[in-house]
């Protein structure tokens, strides 16, 4: 009879103690499974919607500019090289994309309404190859020539009830100081999907446009870049910032553009880590107690495998076999019925009850996924939790003596 085979005997022979530990094994793996694949999915869709429609993987501004630079900020000093910036990053094959920007505040006027915004001034073409999410749910996106046109947030249009069509004027303190105001038309209407919060005061018109509004270059005053692969914009900033710091520009990740943004997204994972820790500490005293508990009621069988010719090694390999047995089979149905709970919310989704998680899921459902590195972790910190909660009880086998075990049987 085979060590594993023994164990799995003797731990279904003391179910009256495994079965209550093995549900707790089951909660934690399922806990820990369906918290990362959680906290992993509203992270892959905030990074998703975020480049796809406003962020992009790199930004750059100026590197004169006073503090560095973040995504609440809306008046930034413009970028001089801005065409030879563009040309040294695009000409790297990592960079799938660059345009420029006028980023800027103003006032938006209608009658007698009026709505402070941020202005985002863009090349109608190479925006959509940057950020290619933005949604026009009514209405047209910039054609390449527009001079006058804008875009405006789906939530500002039925709060003020305008309609595509309909004339506004901008108006700001441009980039001398002066006042300067321009007359647009409403040609689209913009859903941001999620990030209503964040967004709903921008209004987006051609890059001409915003440079004749803020008396800035058409060179703009930020670069939005988009990457082939964006999880290399950490590497690919350290490479590019020597070769445009001379050009007078600045790189910058969107984790280190809009922070609070991630922040939030790390943040979804952090209640199912620590339950998931708090269960996991439960678990190695539970199995700890347990298998203590089991040699004390055992030491007349473990005294008669010693007095038969068993080592103590065996017996101590049978110890990390039954909690091995305990520990990752339980973690198996765990981790099974976490997939499974994922598979569904991939299918249907996940609502979003509040707006916090309408931010946090990039829309009104989250649809959950995940990879096979996640329950590989699982059951890895499985294995490695059961090794270590076996060590003290394999110990306590080495100080057990046959005769005395047997006499006090």
């Not at 647009?184 to 964040?198: H, Q």
């Not at 020597?242 to 969107?254: D, V």
């Amino acid at each position: 009879m085979t060590v594993f085979t023994l164990a799995c005997r003797n731990v279904r022979r003391h179910a009256e103690k495994t079965i209550p530990l093995g549900l707790t094994v089951i909660l934690a793996s399922f806990l820990m499974t369906f918290g990362n694949a959680y906290g992993d999915s509203v992270l892959k869709v905030m990074t998703d919607r975020l480049t796809g429609f406003y962020l992009g993987h790199l930004t750059v501004h100026a590197a004169n500019t006073a503090s560095a630079p973040n995504f609440f900020e809306s008046r930034f000093p413009p970028l001089t090289n801005s065409a030879r910036i563009a040309q040294a990053l695009q000409s790297d094959p990592a960079v799938a994309a660059v345009t420029a920007r006028i980023k800027w505040v103003g006032i938006m006027i209608n009658g007698d309404k009026a709505l402070n915004v941020s202005i985002l001034g863009v090349d109608p073409v190479m925006e959509r190859q940057v950020a290619p999410s933005m949604d026009v749910v009514e209405g047209r996106w910039l054609e390449a020539d527009e001079t006058e046109g804008v875009l405006v947030s789906q939530a500002v249009m039925r709060k003020n009830g305008w309609r595509v069509g309909d004339q506004v004027t901008l108006m700001t303190s441009a980039g001398d100081g002066f006042p300067s105001g321009l007359n647009l038309r409403i040609v689209g209407v913009l859903k941001p999907n999620g990030f209503d919060y964040f967004t709903n005061s921008n209004v987006i018109i051609p890059l001409k446009a915003a440079a004749r509004l803020t008396y800035l270059p058409v060179g703009g005053n930020e670069l939005a870049v988009r990457l082939h692969d964006p999880g290399q914009s950490s590497l690919l900033k350290k490479t590019f910032q020597p070769r445009i710091a001379g050009l007078g520009g600045s790189i910058q990740t969107n984790e280190e553009f809009a922070p609070l943004l991630w922040s939030i997204a790390a943040a979804n994972k952090l209640p199912w880590q620590f339950l998931s820790a708090v269960i996991l500490i439960l678990v190695v005293m539970g199995i700890l107690v347990a298998m203590v508990a089991s040699i004390l009621e055992r030491l007349q069988e473990f005294g008669t495998m010693l007095s038969i010719g068993y080592t103590y090694r065996y017996i101590q390999k049978l110890i990390y076999a039954e909690v091995l047995v305990l520990g990752v089979g339980a973690t198996l149905i765990g981790v099974a019925l976490a997939l499974l709970v994922v598979a569904l919310l991939h299918c249907v989704g996940l609502p979003a009850l509040v707006n916090l998680q309408a931010l946090s899921y990039g829309g009104d459902r989250l649809f959950i996924t995940t990879s096979w590195h996640n329950p590989a972790m699982v059951i890895a910190v499985s294995i490695l939790t059961a090794l270590a909660a076996g060590v003290y009880p394999a110990r306590l086998i080495r100080r057990l003596n046959p005769m005395e075990a047997l006499r006090r049987c």
